[in-house]
């Protein structure tokens, strides 16, 4: 069970208050979007500023995760954690930010349907749906409305999901854009505030007397168990959430400098997470307190923060939490309502603006049920559950979107379906084996042979086959 401790009323109320902004932001001289794309994408009018804003903060929501994973390997941790999104994010600006601006598409299932046809996109939309389950998000919010409160697990699940997916049923994209211009400055404001905090009473005397593997950089764990980490960050290259945020954008120069942007201010947070967590580490390891590690941050903000910096590290916290929950939910009711029921002449009677909002509370309740689910685990174990079957099915067949190396939309289809597949049955074959078996991910496995297929076909079918002809022109 999550450790209660009681968070002062000032912190409450700074919190509270916190929640009262965000509604406010959204409802308050609101507009009904105009069109589906005033809905879903802001009408192509997002700017700089607000472009980097949603994706640093969209993207960053991985919180407690991150000082679970701090906590068990120090500094190290950034070399798995972070770099390898940095890395893959640089990627994605240098190579594919313009050239996805310039296709004129809305989601990433209309690129799927683009080159490949409908069954290829109806298949990576069910991916694409497993990739942004807001899940993991809804459950961190959870855990810290608990946490904070004290009240039912269950029942601040379904406070999470009804806050983060009440403020978007109206306004849509434009909405999350507003807010999330709120969330950014609230999670850097939050973190820089806990370390500031430390520093002015505590010095630098806890990183001095904390262990010193912390903070030096080396390789944890195994070479296959940091190497599965990069390909999960391949998964940034397949991320309808950076899809739908760059073909948000006024122009392609935009998304590829906002892109560039974005690493830089993820690396400053990685510096304040990162530092928070060590802090923490040492001050409670001297206190002598037992906690869950994916806890590190609460206990270290409960027990060392005074009312009002705590109110405000608490709320950084869940800006930096929230703002991914509800982005996550919007994205997984869009691809349900756009990308599986009106592209397979479902409901038409009804809007995208009009199904999405049903979408989205149908996916608000089934997330929240996954969430009771996972009520007592770690948001690492949704992670390693879902992310191997995303990889292995889209990665490869998105990227050779681009190029002119594309295969025939019935043999992607194949691809994508065998190498889920495939990557489901190691899953299985590795389930409590030791060894070798235990340290090699299965989303090894599911990309090599989804890459293997593909350059099978490239190699022995006549090339009128794999032309990659539009073939919905």
């Known amino acids: 069970m999550l450790l209660f401790v009681p968070v002062p009323a000032s912190a409450q109320l700074i919190i ?102 409908n069954r290829v996109a109806t298949i990576g939309t069910m991916l694409i749906l497993l990739l942004t389950a807001p899940a993991m998000y809804l459950l961190m919010t959870a855990q810290v409305l608990h946490f904070i409160w004290g009240w039912n697990m269950v029942w601040c699940i379904g406070l999470a999901t009804l806050f983060s997916g ?23 404001a939050g973190f820089a505030t806990i370390v500031i905090s430390l520093f002015v009473v505590y010095g630098l005397s806890p990183l001095q007397t904390i262990n010193p593997d912390l903070l030096r950089f080396h390789l944890p764990q195994s070479y296959w168990y940091i190497g599965s980490w990069f390909l999960f960050a391949a998964v940034v290259l397949v991320d309808p959430n950076y899809h739908q945020r760059i073909y948000s954008v006024n122009k392609p120069a935009t998304a590829q400098k906002g892109l ?28 002598g307190s037992l906690f869950p590690s994916y806890q590190l941050y609460l206990i270290a903000g409960q027990q060392f923060l005074s009312p009002v910096p705590m109110g405000l590290f608490f ?46 509370m149908a996916v608000g309740v089934a997330n929240a049920l996954l969430c009771v689910l996972y009520k007592d685990s770690s948001v690492v174990a949704i992670f390693f559950d879902f992310t191997p079957y995303v990889c292995a099915g889209l990665l490869i067949p998105v990227l050779f979107s681009y190029t002119r190396f594309k295969i025939a939309p019935s043999l992607v289809f194949w691809q994508m379906l065998l190498s889920v597949s495939f990557t489901y049955s190691i899953k299985l074959y590795r389930a409590g084996k030791s060894g070798l078996w235990e340290e090699v991910n299965e989303v090894y496995f599911g990309v090599c042979f989804a890459l293997l297929f593909h350059l099978v076909i490239l190699a022995f079918v006549r090339h009128g086959h794999f032309s990659g002809k539009n073939p919905h022109p």
């Open 166 to 188: 009440g403020y978007i049923l109206k306004g849509g994209f434009k909405t999350v854009v507003k807010t999330d211009l709120l969330q950014f400055i609230f999670m850097f």
């Open 16 to 117: 509270a208050g916190y929640f009262l902004v965000l509604v406010l932001i959204a409802f308050v001289r609101k507009k009904t979007p105009d069109s589906s794309s005033d809905f879903i994408l802001a009408g192509r009018r997002v700017t700089l500023f607000p472009f980097v804003a949603t994706l640093v903060s969209t993207m960053y929501g991985w919180v407690l995760g991150i000082g679970e994973l701090y906590a068990q390997h120090g500094v190290s941790a950034w070399l798995f954690l972070s770099l390898p999104y940095s890395l893959f994010s640089l990627v994605f600006a240098l190579f594919y930010a313009k050239k996805a601006r310039e296709g004129k598409f809305t989601t990433l299932s209309d690129l799927l349907r683009h080159h490949y046809g």
């Open 260 to 287: 560039v942007i974005s690493v830089l201010c993820w690396t400053l947070f990685d510096f304040l997470a990162a530092t928070a967590a060590l802090y923490a580490l040492s001050l409670l390891q001297h206190s």
């Open 315 to 360: 709320t950084g916290l869940l800006a930096t939490i929230v703002s991914t929950g509800n982005s996550f939910l919007f994205t997984s009711a869009i691809s349900i309502s756009k990308d599986l029921l009106h592209a397979n002449k479902k409901y038409l009677s009804l809007s995208i603006e009009q199904l999405t909002r049903f979408t989205l």
